[in-house]
């Protein structure tokens, strides 16, 4: 099935091991050859990423104006590759099986590829907004889902007419309705206190608790072609919760209310068509370096029945596997040049040009 995000219908393992994923072979779409080992664009300032419920005015018109220049490129012929939609594609392309190596299918969700295919994906594309409205300096914001203030759709996504609207998200998300990160579509009563709290002590199990060494934080090693779940703490909960959250809307016409897995956020080949996915992955991504910072005690290397590869490195570190630093993927920057860009470049954000605005991490002592 098309949608992903609900579990894997197909659960076909390869008896592969796992290899370093390669960008795709780009010469079947009769595009520009791509040096390898390109530099990075320049990088000016750092540019400082947000909490989104907490910016002001003039950075939300910012952020409108880029986005809405962005829609404008989908008016030409052929697609803009820097346009809204086709940065959306990047996404789709990378989930539904558009790029195929050998005659494998390349999927970033469910394993260690996601975290690093999101944040080069979100690097670019941040690149993109920067230099639509000539400011270097500008940076994503982050839905803060992980603190109580932040546990709501951020307001600046819900204003009509603007282009960071979209009306194909659940009506819910409209009136204030407080986020169950661990929500998969039914709905619990409680009150929004107890939600909040709930969410808090969530957190803390997938960060803390739950992903005490690589392996579990990030996923396990992609098997090319394959199709089993091997996601990680954070992108199983709260990740898909929040796509659910924003784009599925319940039948209250089936019998017992059935959610029905919207348009958008609540299917990977939609999902960011919602200009909020480029958000909520921001503070996915912001997941990543506020686990490294937990740190914890080295430990050894812990053998797992399931796949051959070990946690290496211990503690709550990077992986240091070859296969996951090697592996690939492709953009456009904003200049339309192509690029190859490999994980080992993507683990250190400031490197890279950006960092996250501190925001208090309230999960880090709400042990159940
Ligand atoms: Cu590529 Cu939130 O999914």
Same mark, same amino acid.
């Given at each position: ?20 994923? %390669? ?15 390109? %530099? ?35 008016? &030409? ?59 270097? =300096? ?31 998200? $659940? ?18 009563? =409680? ?6 709290? $709930? ?21 396990? %090693? ?41 348009? @958008? ?38 053998? @797992? ?6 946690? &290496?490195?211990?503690?709550? &570190? ?39 605005? %501190? ?10």
């Amino acid at each position: 099935g098309l949608g992903g995000l609900y579990g894997v219908a197909n659960a076909i393992p390869l008896a592969a091991s796992a290899t370093p994923i %390669p960008a795709p072979d780009l010469k079947t779409c009769g595009r520009a050859t791509i040096s390898d080992g390109l %530099p990075l664009p320049p990088m000016t300032k750092l540019r400082i990423r947000s909490p989104a419920h907490a910016v002001d005015e003039e950075y939300i018109a910012k952020y409108n104006l880029a986005t809405s220049r962005m829609k404008v490129l989908d008016k &030409t012929e052929p697609l803009n590759p820097l346009g809204f939609k086709q940065q959306a594609n990047i996404h789709c392309a990378y989930c539904n099986g558009g790029y195929l190596i050998g005659c494998k299918v390349l999927q970033v969700h469910n394993s260690w590829l996601f975290f690093p295919f999101h944040r080069w994906y979100l690097y670019f594309y941040e690149r993109i907004l920067g230099s639509l409205i000539d400011d270097p =300096t500008f940076a994503l914001p982050y839905w803060n889902w992980d603190h109580p203030k932040g546990m709501r759709l951020p307001p600046m996504f819900n204003c009509e007419g603007t282009s960071l609207y979209d009306k194909r998200r $659940n009506p819910h998300v409209r009136n204030g309705t407080v986020l169950d990160l661990g929500s998969f579509g039914e709905k619990v009563e =409680t009150t929004e206190l107890q939600l909040m709290s $709930n969410n808090l002590a969530l957190m803390y199990r997938q960060m803390v608790t739950n992903a005490p060494y690589p392996r579990k934080f990030f996923g396990k %090693p992609y098997v090319l072609g394959s199709d089993v779940d091997n996601s990680g703490t954070i992108e199983n909960i709260p990740h898909i919760p929040v796509h659910i959250w924003t784009g599925t809307v319940r039948d209250l016409d089936a019998p017992n209310g059935e959610p029905k897995y919207g348009e @958008d956020m609540g299917n990977f080949y939609s999902a960011a068509l919602d200009p909020v996915f480029y958000c909520h992955h921001s503070n996915v991504d912001r997941m990543w370096n506020e686990w490294k910072a937990i740190g914890g005690k080295k430990r050894r290397d812990l053998p @797992d029945k399931d796949c051959k590869w070990k946690a &290496t490195g211990g503690k709550r &570190t990077d992986i240091t596997h070859k296969d996951w630093l090697n592996s690939e993927f492709f953009f456009y920057d904003e200049n339309e040049n192509p690029y190859r860009v490999k994980v080992r470049d993507c683990l250190d954000t400031k490197k890279m040009g950006y960092a996250y605005k %501190p925001m208090a991490t309230p999960w880090r002592n709400f042990k159940p």
